[in-house]
C-alpha cells in the first residue's frame, strides 16, 4: 500500500479468520471453496482461507459432507482455524468436528424427526481453552487455563524489525524493492534452468 498506509501489506487467498479486525483498507475477499454433488444423494463442499499481514498469519478451511436419501438424512463435518500474531506472541486455534444422522417419522398420528448427532469443538487462544462435547441427550464445557494475552498491531518498520533477517532489511541480498531500495526477501532457482 501506497499513502497513509505507506509499507502495510496484505497477502490473502480466500480471505481472513473470523477473529482477526479486518482493517478497512484491506479488501474483501471471498473463501476459496468447492461444491461437489457426487450424486442426487451425496454432496461435499468446504472452503479455505490464507492471510498474512505485518502483524500476523492465519489459515483454515473445513469440509462438510451430506447424504440425503428419502426420510433419512445424514452429515459430517470437519474445520480447523488458526490465527497467529507475532508480537506479543498471541494465536487462536479452533478445531471442530461433528457427525449426525435423522430420520422423519410419519405413521398414523405421529409425524416427527429423530436426530442424533455427536460432536466435539477445541479453543485455544494465549494460555487459556476450551472443549465442548455435544451429544443429542448431553452436552459439557471443559475450560482450562486463565487470562487473555492482548494484541497489538504491529507496523510494518516493527515488522522488519523484528521478524525479517538483518541482512535483508540492510539491502545486501537479492534485488531491491522498487519502492524503498530494501531488499526483503529473495528468490534462488537452484536446479530447473535451461
Known amino acids: 500500500y501506497g499513502g497513509v498506509h505507506k509499507g502495510d501489506f496484505v497477502l490473502t487467498l480466500g480471505g ?9 483498507h484491506y479488501p474483501e475477499v471471498e473463501r476459496l471453496g468447492f461444491s461437489w454433488m457426487v450424486n442426487r444423494n451425496l454432496s461435499f463442499s468446504g472452503g479455505l482461507y490464507f492471510a ?3 502483524s500476523c498469519i492465519m489459515a483454515g478451511g473445513g469440509i462438510d459432507a451430506r447424504y440425503a436419501n428419502g426420510n433419512l438424512s445424514a452429515w459430517f463435518y470437519a474445520r480447523a482455524d488458526f490465527l497467529m500474531y507475532w508480537k506479543p506472541f498471541y494465536y487462536q486455534i479452533g478445531i471442530a468436528a461433528g457427525i449426525g444422522a435423522s430420520y422423519r417419522v410419519d405413521c ?6 429423530f436426530t442424533l448427532e455427536l460432536s466435539a469443538a477445541l479453543s ?3 494460555f487459556t481453552g ?3 462435547v455435544k451429544w443429542w441427550i448431553i452436552s459439557f464445557t471443559i475450560k482450562f ?5 492482548g494484541i497489538k498491531y504491529l507496523t510494518f518498520e516493527e515488522f522488519l524489525e523484528q521478524c525479517v533477517p538483518g541482512d535483508a532489511k540492510q539491502g545486501k541480498t537479492g534485488s531491491p524493492d522498487c519502492a524503498s531500495g530494501k531488499n526483503y526477501a529473495t528468490v534462488t532457482v ?3 534452468l535451461i
Do not use: A, I, Q
Not at 16 to 24: D, K, L, T, V
Not at 145 to 149: D, H, K, Q, R, Y
Open 124 to 126: 485455544l487462544w494465549g
Open 16 to 24: 481472513y479468520h473470523n477473529g482477526f479486525e479486518r482493517p478497512s
Open 145 to 149: 487455563g486463565s487470562g487473555n494475552s
Open 130 to 132: 476450551k472443549m465442548k
Open 52 to 54: 498474512l499481514t505485518p
Open 190 to 192: 537452484s536446479d530447473g
Open 108 to 113: 398414523l398420528f405421529v409425524h416427527h424427526t
